[in-house]
């Protein structure tokens, strides 16, 4: 089922200021030396974040012997919880995005992580039901303000969309986003626009964003820009929470990084601290990140389709902070509020907050674009330090001593990770799809960079787990 053109995750941060319009408006680590694994054990799955997971229980499904090794100590990869919290805080993704229905039932979506969910009937909330656009001052943008934002912002996501169809479905060349939008730049609001509605999504400035990429995305959500999101949901138990179940079960080594892969010859040699092992063949869900940085070997080196698509492929910069106050900070603002800050001038600096999260005195704040790379420098401080000028403008400077802790995470900084998610360059959305072939059908590719239609997403990710080990499956190799 398509939907209109609206990249959900945008609904958060292009904040439109929609509550003003009446809602207008995203085991353990093994020992040393080589020893193969088990007899009929025929796969070793890099990574047990949610694509390894989704593989892994694929090929459990399918009666096929494998084991998952984890570099870190816990399962998730990019999506994990601090339980310390009123509520837990996800210092990754906290969305169930894309839950589209494939039917009659608003429960049954193409979203399979949210339809797990469901069946469990966790307690869920659709988001971005709230919204309220500011001044650095505090105030409110006016009517007048709000209808020459949401005018331009959905003129702008028009000509982006309508670009990236063009590249995808007629075969014109895919642009950036800056030069699909480069004439609408003298628009009322259109600096800040391009911020949030792209910029601050993607962790990367709008020249290295492709048109196609976020509309192969986008195609696949319910709403149309500016309209209250069905697609996004929020889930109370804290996302990373809900993903580390599916570890259950699963042969994971943890505290073990893959260093090297030989698939020279008949079958894979997989070399970690622990030892080399022996497969029939290797899933590799690492990040983009960590591919990219070069921290996994290949010998041979893989053929150069491969090693593009590492290049065109793009880790951004996105920085979460949560924050516990020890009062009720937020005023008349409804529980899971959105709220945005419009920067003064050229101002780079954006952050968006959900408030009073779940009811409770807690409050998270998003940034992303030049200045969150720029904060991401300084370590987690610097993002604290972001988050915490950005909260200023949004509650005020009272809000400062009720701060009783904070969480935050650098992606940047995480060397499992070394980025949020995965962006196309303008012109390479094919790199997607390029990892999707197997290596001499012994190393596949799986993780959200190797989704066309849920890049950059949790349940992109899921899905190319699974597909990774159907294709496995079907290989028909013989040993």
């Known amino acids: 089922m398509r939907g209109t053109e609206c990249p959900s995750r945008r609904e958060f941060l292009a904040m439109t200021g929609a509550a003003a319009l009446g809602t207008l408006f995203g085991c353990g680590g093994g020992g040393g030396g080589a020893r193969p694994l088990a007899p009929?054990?025929?796969?070793?799955i890099i990574g047990a974040g949610v694509a390894g997971m989704a593989a892994g229980m694929a090929l459990r499904e399918a009666g096929v012997g494998f084991t998952i090794l984890e570099a870190q100590g816990r399962p998730g990869g990019r999506v994990f919880s601090n339980n310390a919290f009123p509520v837990p805080f996800d210092y990754g993704a906290q969305l169930f995005q894309q839950a589209v229905p494939v039917g009659d039932d608003p429960m049954v979506t193409r979203n399979p992580l949210f339809n797990i969910a469901a069946r469990q009937h966790v307690t869920m909330q659709p988001a971005f039901q709230t919204s309220v656009l500011l001044h650095e001052d505090g105030q409110p943008l006016s009517q007048d303000e709000l209808l020459a934002y949401f005018s331009t912002g959905t003129l702008m996501d028009q000509t982006v969309n309508t670009a990236g169809r063009a590249a995808a479905m007629a075969g014109s060349g895919d642009i950036s986003v800056a030069d699909a939008t480069a004439a609408l730049m003298g628009q009322p609001f259109a600096n800040f626009a391009l911020l949030a509605q792209y910029e601050a999504d993607r962790g990367q400035p709008a020249g290295k964003i492709s048109c196609q990429d976020l509309w192969e995305y986008s195609r696949w959500t319910s709403a149309a820009f500016g309209l209250p999101s069905t697609d996004n949901w929020f889930i109370r138990s804290g996302m990373g929470n809900f993903v580390s179940q599916f570890a259950a079960g699963l042969p994971i080594q943890f505290n073990t990084p893959v260093t090297a892969i030989d698939y020279r010859g008949p079958r894979v040699q997989i070399t970690t601290p622990n030892g080399v092992i022996d497969a029939g063949a290797v899933i590799m869900t690492a990040s983009m990140g960590v591919l990219?940085?070069?921290?996994?070997?290949?010998?041979?080196?893989?053929?150069v389709i491969y090693s593009e698509a590492f290049d065109n492929l793009t880790m951004g910069s996105i920085g979460k902070v949560g924050f516990e106050f020890d009062a009720d900070v937020f005023g008349p603002l409804p529980v899971n509020s959105s709220v945005g800050v419009v920067p003064d001038g050229s101002s780079d600096k954006f952050g968006a907050m959900f408030a009073k999260f779940w009811g409770t005195n807690m409050a998270y704040l998003v940034m992303g674009g030049p200045s969150?790379?720029?904060?991401?420098?300084?370590?987690?401080?610097?993002?604290i330090a972001l988050a915490t000028e950005r909260l200023v403008h949004m509650l005020g400077p009272d809000a400062t001593g009720h701060i009783v802790r904070t969480a935050v995470h650098s992606w940047m900084g995480d060397e499992w990770a070394r980025g949020a998610y995965s962006t196309s360059l303008p012109g390479h959305v094919a790199s997607r799809i390029a990892l999707q072939t197997p290596v001499e059908n012994k190393v596949f590719f799986a993780g959200e960079a190797a989704a066309l239609e849920g890049g950059a997403s949790m349940e992109g990710a899921w899905l190319s787990g699974q597909a990774a080990a159907a294709h496995f499956s079907k290989r028909g190799v013989k040993h």
């Open 292 to 303: 990219k940085a070069g921290k996994i070997q290949f010998n041979p080196g893989l053929p």
């Open 40 to 44: 009929g054990r025929e796969v070793v």
């Open 372 to 383: 969150c790379e720029e904060a991401e420098r300084g370590g987690e401080a610097g993002l």
